[in-house]
């Protein structure tokens, strides 16, 4: 039985946003930008969870387009993160990957979910 691949990825990016804000408050003391990173970061599998029991196809939708959102905000703090010089080229390429990734799935989703109300 195949798994839920965007429920898998977005928990295991949270996870990685997790230590990464650990990382952030620990060893650089930055506490603005992290503690943004960490709110978006972490809620875009909150989100899917929510939306994986959705009151209605429209209540799926809603919360998966919310999921889209985060996960493009999170997007804009890694990018900020790497600018500011918080992250190395290698860490921000690794993390930012998995986020794209996760974009093009929720983007795909909430695609097929509104051509098919």
Request: hydrophobic share 45%.
């Amino acid at each position: 039985m195949k798994g839920n691949v965007v429920k898998e990825k977005s928990f295991a990016f949270a996870i990685r946003i997790v230590t990464l804000y650990k990382f952030l408050a620990e060893d650089k003391r930055e506490f603005v930008i992290s503690k943004q990173l960490m709110r978006s970061g972490t809620a875009v599998g909150a989100l899917v969870r929510e939306a994986e029991h959705g009151e209605s196809k429209l209540d799926f939708i809603h919360k998966m387009a919310i999921a889209q959102k985060e996960i493009n905000e999170t997007l804009y703090w890694l990018e900020l993160l790497k600018a500011t010089n918080y992250l190395t080229e290698e860490q921000f390429t690794s993390l930012y990957t998995d986020a794209d990734e996760i974009i093009r799935l929720v983007t795909s989703i909430v695609k097929t979910a509104k051509s098919n109300k």
